[in-house]
């Protein structure tokens, strides 16, 4: 035990300090996971058929645009026949806009639907890559809760980026669209003052402009602490999150402990957090609702006051004074989406922070520590597997073999011990590739792969055939009742087409006979065990080394352990031992930034 506690420790030495990622490498990072994306060509085409219906919107709301004033002029006039020939007009304006929306609401929820495929398939990839989710935990606070990363904040960025990225579209068309109109409108505008006459060309644009100019920057000013706000909160709800998943699955150990005070307390703490991190937002929402709320009830009357001296010196029409309204509001509407989209923007801003640097963290975490020295790893053409002068590094010094050069032949079966501090697990993940930093070379037998034991085993969802057989569907039923029953696990036979969460309803040393038991099915020739066979009692350590005796004759077994095995099944020894002279890792800089995990977070992971 006491050496996973080392490795554990050993890992946040390889901590990064924080170098923040700007804007643009987190939206450069999100374009490649969209370009390199499967689904990149329906994310395209669904893109161009929006933007296409946001134009055809467009140019029917100019159209509209430009019915108000035969319409309120035939009111003023009271012309009947005028008035329905323009509300037939209305009519076929009002149906086509009408299909246009029921379009973009499709267009639009294809996008959402499509953005998160493309954004979760992409981190899921990256995070899964060979060894790369293993070192990136052992990153800092980066890696700690990806969980959420991967699900709740990708799904928050894909539905704020279609939101906010088709609300600015749409806003941008219909300002290039109606300046136009609102600048002719205007054109003729003269102001009237004591016998003289001023006129502004384009006088309501440069007033929609001014007024919505000034809104924007009031609102950015005041609702910019949002962005950061909203990351804290996402970080408080994930460690609630992982508190109350650590709870549920250790409900025994509490109940046995009678801990259930300390950890309803750990719960409220984390709770708290959250609550705090939700005040500052609120707080910062209401100060914003101060801005918004009033520039809102001035829009009202805002285009009416503008436009009223040029009307009531009796330059426009009253259907001239409605469609230049209806213009100005159009133009204020499409300036004012960054004021009614303010808080949006701040959550999108630090999702996409959280999402793309997380991203940048997966694909950087494998040059971590560059400038340290690594491991190299070869393959031998002789089949053999060797040591040659292999130095570990860690916190308190470099884990290495008595012998400086060792060779194992195919078929030997050795037991390699140490001291408990001396990095047993850290020599484990060493040689499966895990822990790359220090010295030497390990050979490893070429055209082999390794079948790797730990000391607590992994199952995939899924039946107990595919937890035993997935990888070589040629065994029978028969063959894998019969393994079973050789690790004393005989009434697993009826439940193998059976789905459950296996590592909860079998004990810890179930477990790892299970594991013993796809091993053999699995018939490796080179087989590397840390301390899985430590825990056995006598009987059931001799029934496990008598399958492997007669299961895998033929294969080389590596057994990383305390030394307290049959030494005629491990005939050949070797020592590991701790340098604790030899200097440790040193911390490095990554743009992406993780950084130091809280003290709570290693204390929860060292517990493990």
Known sequence: MADHLDVEASAKTVTTSIEASSLRDQLATIRLALTTSPIRKQLLWACVGIVAVIVATSIGQVLLNRWNEPFYDALARRDMQGFLHQLMIFAGIAGGLVVLNVGQTWLDQTIRLKLREA???????????????????????????????????AGHLSDLSTGLGIGLLQSSILLVSFVGVLWSLSSGFVFHFGGYSLAIPGYMVWAAILYAGTASWLSWLVGRPLIRFNSDRYTREAELRSSVVRVNENVDAIALAHGEADARQRLELDLGTVLGAMRRIYGAQINLSWVTDTYGWITVVAPILVASPVYFAGDISFGGLMMAVGAFNQVHSSLRWFINNISGIADWRATLMRVADFRIALVETDALHDTEERIKIGENPNGRLTFEKLEIASRDGCTKLAEPHVEIRAGERVMITGDPRAGKTLFFRAIAGLWPWGSGRIGMPAGEVPAFVPRKPYFPLGTLREVLDHANAAVSDA???????????????????????????????????????????RQPKWVIIDEALDTFDGATLRRVLSMLETRLADAAILNIGRGQHDIEFFPRSLAIVKDVERPALKPVRVRAGAIEPPPAVVAAHRGK
Request: glycine share 6%.
């Open 479 to 521: 063959e894998i009742s019969a393994v079973l029953a050789e690790v004393g696990l005989e009434r697993l036979s009826s439940s193998l087409d059976r789905s459950a969460r296996w590592e909860r309803e079998l004990s810890e040393d179930e477990q790892r006979l299970l594991a013993f038991a796809r091993l053999v099915l």
């Open 119 to 153: 954004l979760t398939l992409d981190l899921i990839g990256e995070w899964m890559r060979p060894a790369r989710a293993f070192r990136l935990a052992n990153a800092g606070a980066i890696g700690v809760n990806p969980d959420q990363r991967l699900q709740q904040d």
